[in-house]
């Protein structure tokens, strides 16, 4: 991704990152800095974390920094009407269902949704539809691998195109 140096990260910028997640324990959750491509972003229009884009707000190309985001500039807190009992009927019959599992489905509105099954109690399964790292404390290192203006185009549609972004 081509850049001018003196860009900085803001609004209507599409930004490059590469980043590492790690958990509490110091466990890397994610990364793309192992052969992967970095992220890229159209700033300012919750394409990512909160907590993360207000990070990266006015840093420049080669920027290395660590942060800290708590779970309200994340996931939020987890939300206890996200954990509901379904019948095991809800699944495939030839599903081998197993508490960690992650599940995709529809909702009853035709809504996708992803959930883990949490508890197996006979015919009665538990799932959580809260996103794993929900109330979570999450602590990432960044590399800013590019700054640029956005398109006109990106700008309206309020997401990237082309390579690493949106094709239409």
Request: no cysteine.
């Amino acid at each position: 991704m081509a850049a001018d140096t003196k860009q900085v990260v803001g609004p209507n910028k599409v930004v490059a990152v590469y980043f590492t997640l790690k958990n509490e324990a110091g466990e890397v959750v994610e990364t793309n800095r192992r052969g992967g491509k970095p992220l890229i972003y159209l700033h300012g229009t919750k394409a990512i974390l909160p907590g993360l884009e207000k990070a990266l707000e006015g840093r420049a190309k080669d920027a290395q920094f660590s942060v800290t985001i708590p779970p309200e500039l994340a996931w939020g807190s987890p939300r206890p009407e996200f954990i509901e009992k379904v019948l095991r009927s809800t699944f495939p019959e030839d599903m081998k269902v197993q508490v960690g599992l992650l599940v995709r489905g529809v909702d009853p509105n035709g809504k996708p949704i992803t959930a883990t099954i949490v508890s197996i109690e006979g015919d009665e399964i538990t799932i959580d539809r809260n996103h794993p790292l929900a109330g979570k404390t999450l602590y990432y290192d960044v590399i800013v691998a590019g700054v640029r203006d956005a398109t006109r185009e990106e700008a309206l549609h309020g997401h990237v195109h082309g390579a690493g972004g949106a094709h239409h």
